[in-house]
């Protein structure tokens, strides 16, 4: 069985650029979570998609951030326009129902320069 | 307001000895915790986790103890191995919400 995946993995722009990042969830998983950390910080809940319904966007950090998940698969999480202080590590995990079994994909390392 | 601290940043043991990660909490709507290990340039990976209705829970060399009314929990691995060198998170959600709060995380390396 194939785990979460992202995409990409690396994304260098300049401050004011826009940047998509994607999300693939395990298949099945209803519940999908996007969770960002700035460098040597916590990680940072964002927000929480049940199918393709927000559940919970509580950590969002301004309207500069935009998430969606068409047809309740794969999510996007766009920024526009980017900060210098967006950059972190932003990771996306999926789970079937219960807290315990978020499964987290690799994370897309972002800087903005 | 961090709401889930680990104090130490790092934490360096002997192979075979025990490793004892410290966690603390300070709000009391948290209901479940969680362990994360993470290795670098990967994603968090599920380690063991307590509900708030037990003070003990054990899976194999890992053993998760919490102490509710000291917000205090703690990540037991006995014997460590060069295998567990890795970046663990403690994080902790209040019961029905999915969401985790996650601490700072410690930084574990094993000494062969």
């Known amino acids: 069985e194939a785990g979460v995946t992202q995409f990409p993995s690396h994304s260098v722009i300049e401050k004011g650029q826009t940047v998509t990042l994607r999300c693939d969830p395990i298949s099945g998983h209803d519940n999908l979570y996007w969770y960002r950390r700035v460098m040597g910080k916590e990680i940072k809940f964002l927000l929480h998609f049940v199918k393709e319904s927000k559940q919970d966007e509580s950590g969002m950090p301004n309207n500069r951030f935009l998430a969606e998940r068409t047809g309740g698969t794969y999510s996007t999480l766009k920024v526009q326009p980017a900060e210098l202080e967006d950059s972190g590590v932003y990771f996306c995990?999926?789970?079937?129902?219960?807290?315990?079994?978020?499964?987290f994909g690799p994370g897309t390392r972002l800087l903005v320069l | 307001d961090q709401q889930v601290k680990q104090n130490s940043p790092s934490l360096s043991v002997q192979e075979g000895r025990i490793s004892i990660l410290n966690c603390d909490y300070t709000n009391s709507m948290f209901d479940y915790f969680l362990w994360y290990k993470k290795y670098p340039a990967e994603g968090p990976t599920f380690l063991i986790s307590?509900?708030?209705?037990?003070d003990k829970n054990e899976d194999g060399r890992f053993t998760v103890f919490l102490n509710k009314s000291a917000k205090h929990l703690s990540l037991h691995i006995v014997p460590s191995q060069p295998g567990d060198s890795a970046v663990y998170f403690c994080?902790?959600?209040?019961?029905?919400?999915?969401?985790?709060?996650f601490g700072t995380g410690t930084r574990l390396t094993i000494i062969p």
């Open positions: 307590i509900s708030s209705i037990k």
């Open positions: 994080a902790a959600s209040p019961f029905g919400n999915e969401k985790l709060t």
């Open positions: 995990a999926s789970s079937q129902e219960m807290v315990e079994t978020q499964y």
